[in-house]
């Protein structure tokens, strides 16, 4: 035989293995495919949907700040004001708390503490929000109320005496329920998400980066904050969005905790809704009516757009991480 020859067995194989990767080629890409058409099916769905509602009130019902659905005088303002408030509020607390967590897990205990330690954590993102909210109502509620929100309300008061401002932030009736509450929460809710992907980061970054900062004298600290932190930020930028992402879709813990008014907050004290918790609440209830029905679709497409909006920005800032040359282990997240 001919050397150099292909035998029919071996032409075979590599026909067949040429077989299979054309077949697992094809199969991701209608995977890929399919994904990129149901989130164009819901968008069309609730297009059409809320078809109604947007021939009635256009891009105004967004700026409406009044609901009255008996009425047909329907607004979201105070929806979305709700849902950036309270996830602002838990972005505030949530990301300081969790960067700690990642960080003293990587990068200061052993791995037979980080490990159980880290798993601990990281069971909270896998009890349900209903369990949340039930919580919020029997223990955060009553806690903010005797507690938080009267130290809040002095510490206001005193900043605005030392200062000579009106800043009502946190003013109004304690009653415990409300966007704080909420945004506290939620807070709860993220940690776990943000702190298990910024961990995830900061162990990707190479060893030899802690070394030579701790080569050129740097403390630990400084090595942490220098050499892991700044490469590894990549990761904790979409850990932080993934969690901002929860927090603005989250439905019932939220629900049970921040009162279900129907008005603008002008206070962190104050009850309000989420564009979720509005769903949630009213859907069914105002079903009968069918502009009020499209409006209520039209919520959605809002919360939808909302959301697609973060994961895009969050796409942008990083992509101009990387052209900046910020974090290259986090490139995986």
């Known amino acids: 035989m001919l050397r150099g020859a292909r035998t029919p067995g071996r032409t075979f194989s590599s026909r067949l293995r040429r077989a299979l990767d054309l077949g697992f080629m094809g199969l991701t890409l209608a995977v890929a495919v399919g994904i990129l058409a149901l989130l164009t099916a819901f968008v069309l769905v609730l297009i059409h949907g809320a078809q109604l509602s947007i021939a009635r009130f256009g891009i105004s019902l967004l700026g409406n700040p009044h609901w009255n659905p008996s ?22 607390i949530a990301v300081p708390l969790s960067i700690g967590i990642a960080v003293f897990l990587s990068e200061l205990t052993p791995r037979w503490i980080s490990e159980p330690f880290g798993y601990l954590v990281e069971l909270l993102a896998a009890v349900p929000s209903v369990i949340f909210g039930v919580w919020g109502i029997f223990i955060l509620i009553p806690f903010m109320r005797t507690t938080i929100d009267p130290a809040l309300e002095k510490w206001n008061l005193s900043f605005n005496r030392l200062l000579h401002v009106n800043v009502p932030v946190f003013t109004g009736p304690i009653l415990g329920s409300g966007v704080l509450t909420a945004g506290v929460i939620l807070a709860i809710m993220i940690i776990p998400t943000i702190s298990a992907i910024s961990r995830e980061a900061l162990r990707a970054v190479p060893q030899q980066q802690r070394e030579a900062a701790l080569g050129l004298g740097a403390t630990h600290w400084e090595s942490t904050r220098i050499s892991v932190l700044s490469y590894a930020r990549i990761g ?80 942008i800032l990083v992509w101009r991480l990387v052209a900046r040359g910020g974090g290259g282990g986090a490139n995986e997240i």
Do not use: K, W
């Open 71 to 92: 009425a047909n005088v329907l607004g979201l303002l105070p929806f979305i004001i709700g849902t950036l408030l309270t996830s602002a509020i838990a972005l505030i």
């Open 236 to 315: 904790i930028v979409g850990a932080v969005i993934l969690g901002l992402g929860r927090a603005v879709g989250e439905t019932m813990a939220v629900t049970m905790v921040i009162g279900n008014s129907n008005f603008i907050p002008r206070s962190l004290f104050d009850q309000g809704q989420t564009i979720a918790s509005l769903i949630a609440n009213d859907f069914l209830s105002e079903y009968s009516s069918p502009l009020a029905a499209s409006a209520f679709i039209e919520a959605a497409l809002v919360l939808l757009v909302i959301t697609l909006a973060i994961n895009v920005g969050a796409r």
